[in-house]
């Protein structure tokens, strides 16, 4: 336990090692003065800049200098924002958490509807069910989840004006920031209209949470039906119908534990293509996230905000899966550290 | 014809026929098939066949509707563009443009990684180990993330986003690679070839790749659904590909300017990346099973 | 495009049937409006398109800082009719001009409050002390103000209005005397202008004691009908009514801009009702809008110009005759139907037709491309000629679409062999590169701030223009800037007239810019929403814009 524990932790800390590396390197690569990259303070005058200097002690050599940059890091000093002239450490943690809601809820969404579905065309594999459901998952899969956003925006919002297209909410309803998720914070504020304020959210967050979750519900299906096909011709199954349970008793006594097991960390996986689809969906859906703010960083040539977003974003990402690998690990002892499901 | 065969002469199909005799079996698959062939001629000979310039303008027809409207005409069979161009052409060119740049992007990736999963398959110990686990973990960043970096170094532009694309597939090949070397490596056949004295790259090139093909094909053509999917993402949001080129997702995020007035600028270039991608992933799968079922029989 | 839709339509209905509703509950949760409409009566949406560099006018000549600020948090000395175009009393309740035309005595209004905010409270109405702060600090370069926030005045300099201004003094607590050298026909015009604001002196005291005078421009106060709330850069702008407003108008509870950059997705949220109120609508969108129940278009003529101008410090652009070939190079009809698809008038001079100073047989250049060629020829630019071609990244109302225009052009030049290329940055890098001069020409324009034609003349071509950063063509001709200071000496219409005529002589055979086209302006918002009109002379005004029921 504690050797699988540390040894993830090993991993986790050299991955983000060599991520901040880069994203220290990054203020050196990208175009213009590193130190302006680094703190995002343009056209300094002198004494700012020998200010920065020292602050980023630009005067001695690269160790030194990624030493100080790791320091700032972890006080949350993340320099400012070039098209903005904010601190970069507050505008990523008002966007990433919006980002995050918004993976949750397509991520929930993709399980609820994928595992019956996936269940349901295995219980019945090779029959008309079966394939409806399959091709079903081969489409919704290779359609383009921008272009489907652009669909969905057409024919919600164009043509039948049931739906908002843009935003996490009404802009007339003044939420106060605090965790960054609309909802929690909806919850916890005190404004009038709570009921109408959560009814808006909840509108405005349909579209963007189908977009991003018709991919990984389809993958989710796939993986569920294999698992299933899989584990319903293994031998205690047989066993157990040849003691007389029946087809229900089966799927639920045996049939549901062993089939997930195996295929949670595929499905956890999934969450990398989650976060990328929803940063493209941000931008179609004006969502306020970080995949939004991290392309308009790119418009306008932003290098601070996408040094520190690349730096946030990527450890993010990175230590999710570290964990979810960990977890399914502890879990699912018996599980070969090689093993790879297929779809 | 009357030939007559005294004895019951077996026929023994390759590994390769077998699989297609399978995949054969399946119309889904077949379809998909079609279409990708129907998608690679296009993409070869279609500059041949298409009617006008791809990003020749012509400001006396703007806007103009696909042949089947009312107000279409047949000399624009899809219509045109906001500035008059014609958007068969435009789309015959995009399909050039963005699948023959996928297939090259895989081409490229599939190289690269499988030489390094090899090494990383062949080798073993701490430093192998390190690898492996970096590999696994910077494999979970988002291909945009990647290519926002690389165009924030470099620029906008299709090659730079091309890199970017390459980076992110190459991941999957390694890992590929390295799981099958790593589990070919304790097989028979080749501890018998490494007692003949074979070296390692005799043995990976003559015992394991030779094995390894139908796992690459699989793998390339899940590979090119993703890289048709990002190239015409990132050419969408405006980091790849830049207008005029008729890539794609440059051409969607020119129709979502006129999305209302001229829907068929959204639905033209969206339902040809969407075929594209379904006759890659219908090949990919009716292949994967066909694998499947003849390992199992 | 039914596939999507049946597509996802599919795995709900099998939910459906396994009973597994309880997680999508929430998602279908919505489709009834009622609860929200009380909130959305009260307060108004306005999509604008893109962020305010600045709250604070005198800063910046962009329509969209003055949109977000002028009439909004702000008020003038003067202000114009949006109807007559007649300048009338603002926070000058009158104002007297003396015999000679050198002196202007303004009376002020009396108990206007300033915005009281959880910044700023204000202990005193507004008075001459802050007239005086406001002028001075874009007139005189030792004010402790002028340098705050590396501020540029813009608009004041490309008019040369500090170096006019001989004083302004305070005669009693409500009454102003500004003394100029000479008279200036336009001076109360520029008084009116969107920039020529009037702010707190007592809170840039306050911020200059606890040593952040630079918040005076992002965190504004001021005596206009809406306070500012909160800003998101390119998000949204919130304000909210300003209780004790002098004009006792009674607008909208709440007023938001919602930040939209690209025009279709403005439209769209029109459409969803997202927006109460669109800037900008697209010239290709005017139909759906007009053939929409549910929205309304306001149109009027504009007085702006769309122009591409050379960069006339950069060899071969220094030469009249490579300019002219360039201009008869193009066919400006083309660029009017696909650019404004036919919303807009050809430019001749630069003044549109809603000008007084309008020349009706003004010379023009012709479509000539083969003449265009010999030209060029004849003053060695080869075939095959490469130059970039600037083309601003944001949609105006004088020029919707530069990218699109850029794209023609473009392809006009190639053939007469001129290999153009399109050049773009963000906006605010653009203009920065603009002025400091990196192009050989640009497609851009200019929206008029008063109805004065000196506003069209003065800041596009000028030499002072140069140094302010509106002058795009970088030319400088003592001949033109004596006509155009001879017009202003002048009170007579018709001589005036007559003056500008000489200047659009002299324009017409130097060819600094080419005149393109004079846009019509839009504004598209929903039928409930009352009140909004356009304003010819300058930003958009929200006071008195209310939701009907």
């Known amino acids: ?343 | ?297 | 495009m039914n596939n999507p839709f049946y597509l996802l339509n599919y795995p709900l209905e099998r939910l459906r049937q396994h009973a597994v509703i309880a997680g999508l509950a929430l998602f279908t949760l919505g489709c009834g409006n009622q609860h929200t409409t009380d909130i959305n009566q009260a307060g108004v949406i306005y999509c604008s398109e893109g962020s305010p560099l600045h709250f604070n006018p005198q800063l910046d000549t962009s329509g969209t800082t003055s949109d977000a600020t002028s009439h909004q948090i702000y008020d003038r000395l003067l202000d114009y009719d949006v109807e007559s175009g007649r300048i009338v009393p603002g926070l000058a309740s009158s104002w007297l001009i003396s015999e000679d035309g050198l002196t202007y005595t303004f009376q002020l209004r009396k108990q206007v409050s300033f915005h009281s905010t959880d910044y700023f409270s204000p202990s005193r109405y507004f008075n001459a002390d802050d007239v005086l702060f406001s002028i001075n600090r874009w007139r005189l370069e030792d004010h402790p103000y002028h340098q705050v926030s590396d501020a540029q005045y813009p608009y004041f300099m490309s008019l040369g209005l500090p170096e006019s201004i001989k004083s302004v003094e305070k005669i009693n607590g409500y009454r102003v005397e500004i003394t100029l050298y000479q008279p200036d026909s336009s001076f109360l015009a520029n008084l009116a202008t969107d920039f020529a604001v009037m702010l707190s002196e007592e809170y840039a005291n306050m911020l200059m004691q606890s040593g952040t005078p630079e918040l005076l421009d992002s965190q504004p106060i001021g005596t206009g009908p809406f306070v500012f709330q909160e800003f998101r850069k390119d998000r949204f702008i919130r304000y909210k009514r300003h209780g004790e407003y002098w004009k006792g108008i009674d607008s909208a509870e709440h007023l938001i801009f919602d930040i939209t950059p690209s025009s279709s997705l403005r439209l769209a949220k029109l459409m969803t009702g997202e927006c109460d109120a669109i800037a900008l609508p697209a010239q290709s969108e005017l139909e759906i809008i007009r053939q929409r129940p549910d929205m309304q278009l306001e149109e009027k003529p504009g007085l702006n110009i769309g122009f591409w101008a050379f960069n006339t410090l950069k060899p071969p652009f220094d030469n009249p005759a490579v300019r002219r070939a360039l201009a008869m190079a193009i066919d400006k009809n083309t660029l009017l139907e696909a650019v404004y698809f036919g919303s807009a008038s050809r430019a001749k001079t630069l003044v549109p037709a809603a000008s007084w100073a309008y020349q009706v047989d003004a010379q023009d250049t012709a479509y000539n491309p083969v003449l265009a060629r010999n030209l060029l020829d004849a003053h060695g630019v080869e075939p095959g000629f490469e130059m970039n071609l600037w083309a601003m990244p944001v949609e105006r109302a004088y020029n919707p679409n530069a990218t699109k225009m850029a794209e023609l052009i473009q392809q006009y030049l190639s053939e007469i062999d001129v290999q153009a290329n399109i050049v773009s940055y963000d906006w605010t890098s653009f203009r920065q590169r603009l002025a400091e001069g990196h192009h050989d020409s640009v497609l851009i324009g200019w929206s008029a701030d008063n109805g004065d034609p000196d506003n069209f003349y003065r800041p596009l071509l000028t030499c002072a223009a140069i140094e302010s950063g509106t002058n795009r063509a970088m030319w400088c001709s003592p001949e033109y800037d004596d006509i155009i200071n001879q017009a202003l000496k002048v009170t007579d219409i018709e001589t005036r007239k007559a003056i500008y005529a000489q200047a659009n002589q002299l324009l017409s055979e130097q060819l600094p810019l080419v005149p393109i086209a004079h846009a019509l302006r839009y504004q598209a918002h929903r039928s409930e929403l009352n009140g909004l009109v356009i304003n010819p002379f300058g930003a958009t005004r929200f006071a008195g814009v209310r939701k009907m029921q």
């Open chain 1, 1 to 343: 336990m504690i050797r699988y524990a540390l040894r993830y932790l090993n991993l986790m800390v050299l991955t983000l090692l060599v991520l901040s590396v880069v994203s220290f390197a990054l203020a050196y690569w990208f175009p213009g003065d590193p130190l302006t990259n680094l703190s995002g303070i343009q056209e300094a005058t002198p004494q700012t800049e020998r200010f920065l200097a020292e602050k980023y002690a630009t005067e001695h050599n690269l160790f030194v200098q990624y030493w100080h940059y790791m320091q700032l890091v972890f006080s949350g000093d993340w320099g400012v924002s070039f098209s903005s002239g904010l601190p970069l450490y507050d505008e990523i943690t008002l966007a990433l958490p919006a980002t995050l809601e918004l993976c949750a809820y397509a991520f929930l969404l993709s399980l609820i509807v994928g595992i019956p579905l996936g269940f349901i065309a295995g219980l019945k594999h090779y029959t008309g069910t079966d394939y409806t459901v399959l091709s079903l998952s081969v489409f919704s899969y290779s359609i383009p989840a921008f272009w489907l956003a652009l669909i969905l925006i057409l024919i919600f919002c164009l043509q039948l004006g049931w739906l908002p297209l843009s935003g996490r909410i009404n802009l007339l309803f003044d939420v106060p920031h605090q965790t960054g998720f609309i909802v929690i914070d909806i919850l916890l504020s005190d404004i009038q209209n709570k009921s109408a304020a959560l009814n808006d959210a909840f509108r405005h967050l349909v579209l963007p949470t189908i977009s991003i979750a018709l991919i990984n519900t389809a993958i989710t299906v796939r993986l569920a039906r294999r698992s299933i096909i899989d584990v319903m011709s293994k031998g205690y199954i047989i066993a157990a119908r040849s003691r007389g349970l029946t087809n229900n008793q089966i799927l639920w006594k045996h049939g549901v534990r062993n089939t997930l097991l195996p295929i949670l960390p595929l499905i956890a996986a999934q969450i990398t293509t989650l976060i990328t689809n929803a940063m493209v969906i941000e931008t179609i859906f004006s969502w306020p996230g970080i995949g939004n703010w991290l392309i308009q960083a790119i418009y306008q040539r932003d290098y601070p905000a996408i040094r520190a977003g690349m730096l946030a974003v990527s450890s993010f990402v990175v230590i999710l899966t570290v964990s979810i690998e960990l977890i399914t690990r502890l879990l699912d002892p018996t599980r070969d550290k090689n093993e790879r499901g297929t779809i």
């Open chain 2, 1 to 297: 014809m009357a030939r007559f065969n005294l004895y019951d002469e077996e026929f023994f199909p390759s590994p390769w026929q077998h699989t297609w005799r399978t995949f054969k079996q399946s119309h889904i698959a077949m379809t998909g098939l079609i279409l990708l062939i129907f998608f690679s001629l296009t993409a070869v000979i279609g500059p041949f066949l298409a009617p006008y310039d791809p990003v020749e303008q012509n400001t006396n027809s703007l806007l103009v509707p696909p042949a089947w409207f009312d107000s279409g005409t047949i000399a624009h069979l899809f219509g045109t563009d906001a500035v008059g161009r014609d958007m068969l052409s435009r789309v015959i060119y995009g399909c050039q443009v963005t699948f023959g740049i996928s297939i090259l992007l895989v081409i490229i990736a599939m190289i690269v990684g499988v030489s390094l999963g090899a090494v990383a398959g062949m080798t073993k110990g701490v430093r192998s180990s390190i690898l492996n686990h970096l590999l696994d973990s910077l494999m979970a960043i988002p291909t945009l993330l990647i290519a926002i970096v690389i165009v924030a170094m470099l620029g906008t532009g299709l090659v730079n986003s091309m890199w970017a694309i390459t980076l992110a597939l190459i991941p999957q090949f390694v890992h590929g690679t390295r799981d099958f070397v790593r589990d070919e490596m304790k097989k028979e056949y080749v501890l018998a070839a490494r007692l003949d004295g074979a070296g390692k790259s005799f043995l990976f090139f003559q015992s394991i790749l030779p094995n390894m093909i139908e796992l690459l094909v699989v793998q390339a053509t899940f590979a090119l659904s993703t890289a048709l999917l990002d190239i015409t993402a990132l050419g969408f949001l405006g980091l790849g590909a830049q207008p005029p080129l008729p890539e794609l997702g440059v051409m969607l995020s020119a129709g979502l300017e006129v999305a209302y007035i001229a829907p068929w600028n959204l639905a033209i270039p969206g339902i040809c990346i969407f075929l594209m991608v379904l006759a890659v992933n219908l090949v990919g799968d009716g292949l994967r099973s066909a694998v499947r079922k003849r390992m199992s029989s």
